[in-house]
Nanobody
């Protein structure tokens, strides 16, 4: 399974960006899609996840500002990021947990850079 992430870029503090992650390849079903981020100061941390029934989970630092959603027909997840802060600057990675038959696998995208200027 390949993940194609897009939407990163440079934005001023308080601005918005929307990330997209499209999954393609052989898979029976997608269980979880999520966004993670890594900055020079931190390890890769979970930002937001969405499971098959639409249940979402957010890191405390982004709750209320970021929204994750998913288009099942397109196997695509989105991360709408509002009220961005300089501390949101990081490389954002998309992750998918999926099934092939009865086997559970996961895949990571390459990452897209988000830079928030103060």
């Amino acid at each position: 399974v390949q993940l194609q992430a897009s939407g990163g870029g440079l934005v001023q503090s308080g601005g918005s960006l929307r990330l997209s992650c499209a999954a393609s390849g052989s898979m029976s079903s997608i269980m979880v899609m999520g966004w993670y981020r890594r900055s020079p100061e931190k390890e890769r941390d979970m930002v937001a996840t969405i499971i098959g029934d639409g249940t979402t989970n957010y890191a405390d630092s982004v709750r209320g500002r970021f929204t994750i959603s998913r288009d099942k027909n397109k196997n695509t997840a989105y991360l709408q990021m509002n009220s961005l802060k300089p501390e949101d600057t990081a490389v954002y990675f998309c992750n998918v947990i999926f099934m092939i038959g009865i086997q559970v696998e996961d895949s990571w995208g390459r990452g897209t850079l988000v830079t928030v200027s103060s």
